[in-house]
């Protein structure tokens, strides 16, 4: 079943605005994982957030982790037109220290108009 | 970092055909996986391919349709088997790191395949 919801599924803003995207989450997990796909291509990790954590930073990203209300959010403030892409929550559940196996959510389109 | 490339970058099949889809990474690495993601839709993954050792797949995921090689460290390949048009989707490799830590995921361009 689907680990992670964001909200909301599409989100179209003026360059120069901050765009926030939600992420919910059904089971504890070992860190969450944002990710940007362009235009149906590739994914590209864009920041990790582990457990115990509650908020980080990267560069013109802010992720918070709220893991008592199962959920996490990434800000990108200053928005570009080169932001345009969908982006994903991912979780890492995996209950074994070998490998993780990501759960992926349904997606956040986000459009950045000049 | 890893660097992965897939081949084909996209393609268009009839139906009942197969198609393979290579993956190839720039560096060794343990653990490959192979994720599916239908028109504007998430990523679901379909299986890990582990180097000497079968795939493990995904609940609805099964070896006939999505066979998988994983013959050394550096490559895979996933076939999409007697294709029909509901298998149009983007197919999506990614290696991940092995052990304990922070394990983010590097992912392949993508090949696009369309079904008609």
């Known amino acids: 079943s689907q680990q992670g919801e964001e909200d909301p599924q599409a989100l179209s803003i003026q360059e120069g605005e901050n765009a926030t995207m939600n992420c919910s989450y059904k089971t504890s997990i070992n860190n969450l994982q944002w990710y940007r796909q362009n235009s149906g291509r590739g994914l590209v990790h864009l920041i990790l957030?582990?457990?115990?954590?509650r908020e980080k930073h990267s560069g013109r990203l802010r992720v918070t982790l709220d893991t008592s209300k199962k959920s996490s959010s990434l800000l990108i403030t200053a928005s570009r037109a080169a932001d345009t892409a969908s982006y994903f929550c991912a979780t890492d559940a995996s209950q074994n220290s070998g490998y993780s196996t990501l759960t992926f959510g349904k997606g956040t389109m986000l459009l950045v108009s000049p | 970092s890893a660097v992965i490339s897939q081949k084909p970058s996209r393609d268009i099949c009839q139906r009942g055909t197969s198609l393979t889809i290579q993956c190839q990474v720039d560096s060794q690495v343990t653990m490959m996986f192979w994720y599916r993601q239908q028109p504007g839709q998430s990523l679901t993954l379909i299986a890990t391919?582990?180097?000497?050792?079968?795939?493990?797949?995904e609940s609805g995921f099964v070896i006939d349709k999505f066979p998988i090689s994983r013959p050394n460290l550096t490559f895979s390949t996933l076939t999409v088997s007697n294709m029909s048009p509901e298998d149009s989707s983007i197919y999506l490799c990614?290696?991940?790191?092995?052990?304990?830590?922070?394990?983010?995921?590097?992912f392949g361009p993508g090949t696009r395949l369309t079904v008609t």
């Open positions: 957030i582990r457990s115990n954590e």
């Open positions: 990614s290696v991940g790191r092995q052990g304990r830590g922070d394990r983010e995921q590097y």
């Open positions: 391919a582990n180097q000497g050792s079968e795939a493990t797949y």
